[in-house]
């Protein structure tokens, strides 16, 4: 109550009033969750109350949002003089309770990755998520991140990878959270990758194989092959390989790979029906974008199967998942015709 009055935001409902060693944030976007700093867990829901809310309006005038040498997030009042750590639009929420369908789904469309962790404390847990510096990926490095585990962000670009680490840190200081480099299109930096986590000697309970290039121009990597099919496909086969005993000796463990739909739609072998190699790493001349993607996302599931088949009697599980159709990311950055489509779909796709 003394840091409310401070901010000139007292607050006399008993209702909403927090128990001891709870707070109430509020993320960059407005939405606001509650901090439990004795069990080291974040939820939306209030501890008391069970209601969700939402901040209205941007800040008041003469304030302005600043981030501090530990990547917390605070405020500042320029008419005033004076900084606060507590949100001032904390005195404009509004309740945001959506009614769920009564199905026997327990998750749809409208889920967040914030609410599929509810109430589970991940502490201890280490995890892997490539591709983790925006989009599906950082969303959830971010929300694995707030749940008490130690994330590992791998990023082909570090300063990215660090960018994203430093807004998960603002949305919580105390998250462990690191970014170290993997660059798929390179099987010497997915070795290199592998051994420097492994110098770590920590264990490995989750690895999500989210990184994905789309709608990519044709080009050879350092090892000679299209780059969609390593990237999407045989860079993250390799890092499996490679991170297998771990894996194993940190059971129950997963691996998951996000594939897509799209996989339905190519296929890999020839008229005879046997695999046909030639299809995987095409020459430019029989190269397409679209079906490149399709194979390599078809060489996901593969994958995941066998995996899935040879791992679970040794408590590692394997699982590919597809992330929606209407999905809005920045995976059609590579071509300017799939960036235009995604644009004219946005208003129509969930947001991240």
């Known amino acids: 109550m003394a840091a409310l009055k401070y901010a000139g935001l007292e607050d006399t409902d008993s209702e909403e009033e927090l128990p001891p060693g709870w707070e109430e944030r509020t993320t960059k976007d407005g939405w606001v969750y509650y901090a439990n700093h004795l069990e080291e867990k974040t939820q939306w829901e209030h501890p008391k109350s069970g209601k969700r809310k939402r901040v209205a309006g941007g800040l008041p005038y003469g304030w302005e949002q600043e981030t501090d ?14 900084t606060t750590y507590l949100d001032p639009r904390l005195a404009f929420t509004v309740e945001d309770n959506p009614v769920k369908a009564t199905t026997r789904q327990k998750y749809d469309g409208n889920t967040t990755a914030m609410e599929i962790l509810q109430g589970r404390d991940l502490s201890g847990k280490v995890v892997i998520i490539t591709g983790a510096n925006s989009g599906i990926g950082f969303e959830t490095a971010k929300s694995l991140a707030l749940h008490g585990a130690y994330v590992i962000l791998a990023c082909r670009n570090t300063s990215r990878g660090n960018d994203a680490v430093q807004r998960i840190l603002a949305e919580w200081h105390k998250a462990k959270v690191e970014a170290m480099t993997l660059d798929l299109a390179s099987l010497q930096s997915v070795q290199h990758f592998a051994e420097a986590f492994k110098s770590k000697n920590v264990p490995l309970h989750i690895l999500i194989c989210n990184a994905a290039v789309f709608g990519a121009p044709w080009r050879l990597t350092e090892d000679g092959l299209e780059s969609t099919f390593q990237v999407n496909h045989l860079g993250h086969f390799y890092l499996v390989q490679l991170l297998e005993d771990i894996l194993r000796r940190s059971s129950p463990a997963r691996v998951v790979v996000v594939s897509s739909e799209s996989h339905r739609f190519t296929e890999i072998k020839d008229s005879s029906g046997k695999l046909n190699f030639s299809l995987l790493s095409p020459s430019k001349k029989e190269y397409w974008a679209m079906l490149a993607y399709n194979r390599s996302k078809l060489c996901n599931i593969l994958f995941s199967n066998e995996l899935n088949r040879r791992l679970s009697p040794h408590g590692v599980t394997s699982n590919s998942v597809h992330p ?7 995976i059609h950055r590579n071509w300017w015709v799939y960036t235009l489509l995604f644009t004219l779909a946005r208003p129509f796709t969930k947001s991240m």
């Open 69 to 82: 040498e530990n990547g917390q997030v605070y405020f500042v009042d320029h008419i005033n003089k004076r």
């Open 324 to 330: 929606g159709n209407m999905m809005y990311s920045s």
